[in-house]
T-cell receptor
Framework: EAQVTQNPRYLITVTGKKLTVTCSQNMNHEYMSWYRQDPGLGLRQIYYSMNVEVTDKGDVPEGYKVSRKEKRNFPLILESPSPNQTSLYFC????????????FGPGTRLTVT | QKEVEQDPGPLSVPEGAIVSLNCTYSNSAFQYFMWYRQYSRKGPELLMYTYSSGNKEDGRFTAQVDKSSKYISLFIRDSQPSDSATYLCAMTLTGGGNKLTFGTGTQLKVEL
């Protein structure tokens, strides 16, 4: 089954404790991105990647890091999480940057206390 | 002011009703318009996609774009309880590819 998977689905952590949220797609897509979804603010892009080893900042990149060493994986790293990073995170992929349809993962609910 | 405005709802309608969901936007350079549907505890999925002004129909769903008014709509005919979800509008510039700007979403509940 073609899909985007994220792990973990739920995470509660404390301020300053480094964490990684994994994202993997099995559709051989070139383009992958990370979003956060907050009430009243909608989906906002954090980082995106047009292909292996090619990443760029989205609209809200502060406090986040990403890497794209393999085509299928695009982990999101929070080096020192803070409470304002409490949010619902989505990974998405699409065949190329110019493909308007994005396939979203199921989401990761992160709480930072 | 946000680039894309969308009434958050919730919108509650009886089964079989015609539903109208709307977004307004401020950037006249937006050319591609999309509607995503998001069920509870799931990621968004693309429902409809239109380019520039005009209408597009897909089964019970019709997407409408009025660029002169900077206004887009999604109509759902014969609404079903399975249509209960949050509907997100999204848009991008020509050549903007996947650099989407999303609305905040409208929560729809279709009741039996």
């Amino acid at each position: 089954e073609a899909q985007v998977t994220q792990n973990p689905r739920y995470l509660i952590t404390v301020t300053g404790k480094k964490l990684t949220v994994t994202c993997s797609q099995n559709m051989n897509h070139e383009y992958m991105s990370w979003y956060r979804q907050d009430p009243g603010l909608g989906l906002r892009q954090i980082y995106y990647s047009m292909n292996v080893e090619v990443t760029d900042k989205g609209d809200v990149p502060e406090g986040y890091k990403v890497s794209r060493k393999e085509k299928r994986n695009f982990p999101l790293i929070l080096e020192s999480p803070s409470p304002n990073q409490t949010s619902l995170y989505f990974c998405a992929s699409s065949p190329t940057f110019s493909s308007y349809e994005q396939y979203f993962g199921p989401g990761t609910r992160l709480t930072v206390t | 002011q946000k680039e894309v405005e969308q009434d958050p709802g919730p919108l509650s309608v009886p089964e079989g009703a015609i539903v109208s969901l709307n977004c307004t936007y401020s950037n006249s350079a937006f050319q591609y318009f999309m509607w995503y549907r998001q069920y509870s505890r799931k990621g968004p999925e693309l429902l409809m996609y239109t380019y520039s002004s005009g209408n597009k129909e897909d089964g019970r769903f019709t997407a409408q774009v009025d660029k002169s008014s900077k206004y887009i709509s999604l109509f759902i005919r014969d609404s079903q309880p399975s249509d209960s979800a949050t509907y997100l509008c999204a848009m991008t510039l020509t050549g903007g590819g996947n650099k989407l700007t999303f609305g905040t979403g409208t929560q729809l509940k279709v009741e039996l």
